[in-house]
Structures are given as C-alpha cells and as structure tokens.
C-alpha cells in the first residue's frame, strides 16, 4: 500500500508539473469563458464566435468537458474561448 501511496503521488507530481508549464505557456493569452445553463446555447455561441463546427444538441450534459477555440477579436488579437461544461 505504501508502495501505491509512492507511485500515486509521484503521478501526481508529474502532472502538476504539466500542468504549471502549460499554464505559464498561455499566460498571456486573453481567456473568455462562455457559461450558462446547460442547454443554454453556449457551443451555438461558441461556433458561430469562431466558425467551428461542434455538435449542437438539445441534450443535457451534451459538452462533457471545456473546449478551447481560438478566436480573433476585433482589436485584431487573439483570445482562447472556452465553452464551459
């Protein structure tokens, strides 16, 4: 069990890591979450923002996880739009 112990919390170390390098990679990138109620509208927003072709369905829980489009804002920069769960 100690060994288990061990090795998961190595894992976990690891993707910690990951995780602090993307971050400091995107930091400074503008980020626009979209967020509602589920079946609000949020990806229809989401596609129409950045011209993807995700699914649209009148289902609940349709967007299992965020999904990251990016988008150009009239300033002419780029922003990561993140349609929320």
Do not use: C, W
């Amino acid at each position: 069990l100690d060994q288990k112990i061990k090795r998961l919390k190595e894992t976990l170390a690891t993707v910690h890591r990951t995780h602090e390098k993307h971050r400091d990679g995107r930091s400074d990138v503008t980020t626009i979450a979209l967020v509602g109620y589920t079946n609000a509208g949020k990806t229809a927003i989401m596609n129409q923002l950045t011209g993807a072709d995700l699914k649209v369905r009148n289902l609940l829980f349709q967007t299992l996880e965020a999904t990251h489009r990016r988008v150009k804002l009239p300033s002419g920069n780029y922003a990561v739009l993140v349609d929320s769960v």
